[in-house]
Every structure is written in C-alpha cells, then in structure tokens.
Antibody, heavy 121, light 106 residues
C-alpha cells in the first residue's frame, strides 16, 4: 500500500526557514515524480513544486521560485521541501503527492499524504 | 503559466440531481486533465484522469469529458457522500495548475 507521511510543519516567523519531509513507502520513490501541493486556510489547492524521478529535475510555482527548494533521498525514500524567506502568505497545509507516470512522463496525482501545517506569523 | 478556470464557484443541489462542473484552460492542454474531490480536513482524492478515465474504485456516476481547453465533470445522480469541493488540474505543462474549486452543497 502506498503511504506518504509528511512532517516538519510548525510555527515560524516571517523571514524564517522550515524543512518539510515526506516519508514514502509501498513503492520505489526513484521511479516516480513527486509534488508538493499546498492549501491556505479556507482556500483552494495550489501546486507548489515537483521533482522528477531519476534525473531529479525540479519545477516551482512562481510564488515560491527562488525561496523553496525540493530534493529527494531515494535511499531513505524521503522527499524534502526546504522553505526559506517565509512569508505570511505561505501559511498553508502542505501535501506531499505522488504523480502517476505515463510513458515516463509525470501525470496526475494518484496518491496524497495527509498534509502538514505551516504557519508563518 | 496555464490558467484553469472552474465554474460555477459554488453549486447547490439535491440528492438524485445531475450536476455538471466545467473547467476551462487558458490554452490547449490536449486531454491532460484530472478531477479531484476534497472533503473538509481531508486530502484530495483522484476521481478522473486523462479527462475521461475513471480512477479505480470511483463510482460510475462520475464521468469526465472534454479536450483542448474545455472540460466537464458530471455526476449523474448525486449521493449524500458527493457533497464536497471539486478541483480540476492540468498536467500538460509545469506548473501543473489547479482550478479554484467548486463547492457542491446540499
């Protein structure tokens, strides 16, 4: 069974940093692209970042580019989101999410974690 | 970036109703569109992928259609469990943007 378990959320001051982790199990992390998706309180879903499988190419939303980095440790089956220069508008639940792979291309999200709350205040 | 626009923003319906939600992309995304259902306090759940493919385990009352820029999610006969918020997402080009959501209320 695929499981994604996020951790590392918490309260941080504006300008601060935080590192989120996502422990993956039930599949081989290196063969899937992975995403971070966030949801501000009472708001919709916002795609934040993705990292491809083998080559670890990274992609970011404009709202976080230059402040967030995404990485993975395939040996430990863990995905990371390093968040710097945090702003109040980064306050959200952050979901780790796996992309289905279609002919080696990242596609829709087929599994989600339960999320971890980041509060910037 | 590709903008995804859903309509309506919210919708009131009754059990047994047929409901349609639309999603429009700012440029062609071919058929690379997914629909998700989210209930309060829960992670989203995949319903439909590749515009019209039903995810395993999802009831057949859910269906999707469309290609290019215009897509629809239809629930043929609303059940009590269907009252939730629905999101579309394009995965043609990064960033894989979401629509703003449609809240389906009783």
């Amino acid at each position: 069974e695929v499981q994604l378990l996020e951790s590392g959320g918490g309260l941080v001051q504006p300008g601060g940093s935080l590192r989120l982790s996502c422990a993956a199990s039930g599949f081989t992390l290196s063969t899937y692209a992975m995403n971070w998706v966030r949801q501000a309180p009472g708001k919709g879903l916002e795609w934040v970042s993705a990292i491809s499988g083998y080559r670890s190419e990274t992609y970011f939303a404009e709202s976080v580019r230059g402040r967030f980095t995404v990485s993975r440790d395939n040996y430990r089956s863990t995905l990371f989101l390093e968040m710097n220069s945090l702003k109040a508008e980064d306050t959200a639940i952050y979901f780790c999410a796996r992309s289905a792979m279609i002919a080696g291309v990242p596609a829709h999200v087929d599994h989600w974690g339960q999320g971890t709350l980041v509060s910037v205040s | 970036d590709i903008q995804m626009t859903q309509s309506p923003f919210s919708l009131s319906a009754s059990v047994g109703d047929r409901v349609t939600i639309t999603c429009r992309a700012s440029q062609s995304i071919r058929g690379w569109l997914a629909w998700y259902q989210q209930k309060p306090g829960k992670a989203p759940k995949l319903l439909i992928y590749k515009a019209a493919s039903l995810e395993s385990g999802v009831p057949s009352r859910f269906s999707g259609s469309g290609s290019g820029t215009d897509f629809t999610l239809t629930i043929s006969s609303l059940q009590p469990d269907d009252f939730a918020t629905y999101y579309c997402q394009q995965y043609n080009t990064y960033p894989y943007t979401f629509g703003q959501g449609t809240k389906l209320e009783i």
